[in-house]
């Protein structure tokens, strides 16, 4: 008898610990800037989706693994969001999703970094990410990073003196 109470409190014990680890992104926004020949051209991918945890008091126990669809890319310009879409540039046919998954997750200085690998078409190299993160009220994190990729890294485009190569991307999430 006692055996099997000893049973039932380790597996309440281990649902709750998995539960309370189980995090998932529950809004957010995917924005990106990359000057051109005739200003800045300002755009949009949906919300990153995926798992996330963050606990600033265990960064070890911290991973991202987010996904954002290549072909949500929005720069309120129809011919232009076509042409990024066809395989000159993100390829969504072939390769429909953005993924970032974290390898390590520190602090340094003010703000964290995450360290992982960042996949865009058929490219995968290791980046750091910084990110603010910030507790709400109700428990979830609002997190954010902006950072600069060199979008000929990833074979999104070729070079071209019209078109800058490095891109100015901001993601924001709420996670919970």
Known sequence: MKFKFAVLIFAVLAFYQAHAQTSKVVSGST?????????????????????????????NASAFNLTIAANSFKTNSDGRDKDMKSDKYFD???????HFKSSKVE????????????????????????????????????????????????????????????????IKAVIN
């Open 92 to 98: 969504v046919a072939k390769y429909p999703n953005i």
């Open 107 to 170: 602090k340094k200085g003010d703000q964290y970094q995450a360290i992982g690998t960042l996949t865009i078409r058929d490219v995968s190299k290791t980046v750091t990410l910084p990110f603010d993160a910030k507790k709400n009220a109700d428990g979830s994190y609002a997190v954010s990073s902006t950072f600069e990729i060199n979008r000929l890294d990833y074979k999104v485009g070729e070079s071209n003196w019209k078109l800058k190569d490095v891109v100015t991307v901001t």
């Open 31 to 59: 924005d990106f800037s990359v000057k051109f020949i005739l200003g800045t051209c300002k755009g949009t991918f949906d919300a990153p989706k995926g798992g996330a945890i963050f606990d600033p008091n265990n960064l």
